[in-house]
């Protein structure tokens, strides 16, 4: 079993989903609503409507794996005006994901770029 650290690709999709669909459910929401390929070195990220639970899918060589987080009191913070159905997150970002944070929200300083230094 991999740690979400060494994934190479980390999708978030941004739609709730109806959990009943499982793994079968969700590589077709993966392959035809997201246009990504659900065999690959990806982990891909959804929730409920309630937003108390994540789904994480991911392929691991021999099959999928279907890893899934219900929180007992809180919700998850989840995107609403982002563009498109697909989000990339960064193994850090899935990091504070899990532990609660507004990753949305969250912005680092902005890259400077200089030409020439004096």
Partial sequence: MKSYQEFSEIYVYR???DFRKKINGLVE???AEMNLKAISD???IFTNKGRDKLNILYWDRTGFVLWHKRLEEAKYVWPKK???EVIHLSTEELGLLLE???VWKMKPHESLKYDFVC
């Fill in 82 to 84: 982002i563009e498109g």
């Fill in 100 to 102: 609660g944070y507004d």
């Fill in 15 to 17: 739609k709730f989903v």
């Fill in 29 to 31: 929401i993966v392959e």
């Fill in 42 to 44: 990806a982990l891909f």
